[in-house]
């Protein structure tokens, strides 16, 4: 008698839905790791003209500016109150982080696609075990 188990075939299903919800949770603190790898500075406002520039910045975006004829990148990040920021050296480490952890991620996930496309091939509910 040939019994199926409904979970051994929806197991990478569950796998891939833990590590991808996991992965959402990362997007900004995720951000900041790599901002700080690559050697942004986090900074409290100090004043009320810097606390009016902080309170106008969108909220986890990358902002870039000439300063004084250098060119300076800011990171808000309200959850701590703060803004990382890095000059171009900074910016150029910190995309060459950000291609490096999508490249990563491409492969993870290319890596699961070829995993089950090699589980999908025994058909429906028929481990090898059968």
């Known amino acids: ?11 990478p299903a569950l ?6 919800a996991s992965c959402a ?5 995720g951000t900041i790791n790599t901002l700080t790898a690559a050697g942004f500075k986090p900074r409290t406002p100090q004043n009320e ?7 106008q910045m969108e909220p986890y975006k990358l ?11 800011a990171y808000k990040d309200p959850e701590q109150g703060v803004v990382y920021i890095g000059g171009d050296a900074e910016n150029e480490r910190y995309q060459q982080y950000a291609m490096q ?7 993870r ?8 496309a090699r589980w999908s091939a025994w058909g429906p509910y028929q481990p090898w075990w059968y």
């Open 1 to 11: 008698m040939k019994t199926s188990w409904p979970g051994l075939v929806l197991l």
């Open 15 to 20: 796998v891939l839905s833990i590590l991808l």
């Open 25 to 29: 949770g990362l997007g900004s603190s």
């Open 49 to 55: 003209e810097q606390q009016a520039i902080y309170d």
């Open 63 to 73: 902002y870039n500016k000439m300063v004084r004829g250098k060119m300076l990148y």
């Open 101 to 107: 952890k999508q490249i990563a991620r491409d492969q």
């Open 109 to 116: 996930v290319a890596a699961e696609m070829a995993w089950d």
